[in-house]
């Protein structure tokens, strides 16, 4: 079965980083797209970053986040720098296909890893 695990997430003080990775398994998943969605506190999930052939950012984290993949590993990135309160949410990494909004491509989803940043 195709399954996406989160990890990376924690505690941090405003304006520092983490880094999230997810491992999946049961796909090539070098033949599809990849990327991350947050679901803060009573909000929609929506759209952070996504990497295809091209990597592709929500305007709110362009030039704090970074998304990367090591197809090797089977395993996608996301470097958050800068963070700050509002960055505070339940992270999920997904796989599917590369669309013009991307939350419509993704057929699968992990579980999410959760982020906090105090100010």
């Known amino acids: 079965q195709v399954q996406l695990v989160e990890s990376g997430g924690g505690l941090v003080q405003a304006g520092g980083s983490l880094r999230l990775s997810c491992a999946g398994s049961g796909r090539t998943f070098s033949n599809y797209a990849m990327g991350w969605f947050r679901q803060g506190p009573g909000k929609e999930r929506e759209f952070v970053a996504l990497?295809?052939?091209?990597?592709y950012y929500a305007d709110f984290v362009k030039g704090r986040f970074t998304i990367s993949r090591d197809n090797a590993k089977n395993t996608v990135y996301l470097q958050m720098n800068s963070l700050k309160p509002e960055d505070t949410a339940v992270y999920y990494c997904?796989?599917?296909?590369?669309?013009?909004?991307?939350?419509?491509?993704?057929?699968?989803w992990g579980k999410g890893t959760l982020v906090t940043v105090s100010s």
């Open positions: 990497i295809s052939k091209l990597a």
């Open positions: 997904a796989s599917g296909r590369l669309t013009t909004r991307p939350l419509d491509g993704m057929d699968y």
